[in-house]
Each structure stands twice: as structure tokens, then as C-alpha cells.
């Protein structure tokens, strides 16, 4: 969780926005980067989606029930009390930020190789939350 740590000092708190990206953050750190979150979604029906994030046109939306269908309510019940937020918040706010998020990750419209995905993400970051 290498980027959600440098995201906490730089805004100095777990809750809102900012608990949404750590969880996000943590999602792709578990599944092996980027590459394995995207085959998550590709394995659980929502190829399609996944796709137009990493894709250059409009990118699909997801729904709070997407995302408990993806990462299951114990997961998602876990990450919410790991970031202080409320689990179905945290699922409606995943679903709204993650498309965008991968969008930001992947401008060219290919996933990043290695670990070249943190510092691109770091980077966005910073950018977006010191305007």
C-alpha cells in the first residue's frame, strides 16, 4: 500500500476521498497491480467496462452493486472498516472513482508495465489534490 501511504501524508487523513483511494490503492496491490484488478472485473461479467477504462473513449460507470458482486461483501465490509467508512458509502464511492482512476492510470489506453502504474498514480495524485 506503498501509494496510499504517500497519499495519507500528503492529505493527512483516512476518511471521504481520500479513504475511497486507499481502498482502491490496497484493491490493486492485492490483486497483483492493475493487470489483476482488471482480470478480477473481466472474470466477474464486467469485461465491457473494464475495457472502456483502459480504452480511450467514454468509460463505462459501475454501480455499489457492482462492486459487491466483484469484491464481495466481506471484502468490501473489510476494506470499509480498515478506512472508517460506512460499506455501502465505500462501495457507491469505489464504483464512482475506480473507472476514472483507471482511466487516469492507462492515457495511452494500455496498462502501464511493472510497477510504473504507483508512480504514474503517485503522480495524478499530487496533481489533482494540490490544484
Request: charged fraction near 15%.
Amino acid at each position: 500500500m506503498a501509494l496510499f501511504d504517500d497519499v495519507l501524508g500528503m492529505v493527512g487523513g483516512k476518511g471521504g476521498a481520500e479513504g475511497t483511494l486507499g481502498a482502491i490503492s490496497h484493491l490493486i496491490d492485492e490483486n497483483g497491480g492493475l493487470n489483476g484488478l482488471l482480470k478480477k472485473f473481466n472474470d466477474s461479467g464486467l469485461a465491457a467496462a473494464a475495457s472502456s477504462w483502459v480504452g480511450l473513449g467514454e468509460n463505462q460507470q459501475l454501480s455499489a452493486e457492482n462492486i459487491m458482486q466483484v469484491l464481495g461483501n466481506g471484502k468490501v465490509q473489510q476494506l470499509a472498516q480498515q478506512f472508517g467508512i460506512d460499506q455501502n458509502q465505500l462501495a457507491s464511492q469505489i464504483a464512482g472513482m475506480l473507472p476514472q482512476v483507471i482511466d487516469k492510470l492507462t492515457p495511452d489506453g494500455t496498462v502501464p508495465a511493472g510497477n510504473d502504474v504507483l508512480s504514474q498514480g503517485l503522480q495524478l495524485l499530487k496533481s489533482s489534490l494540490f490544484k
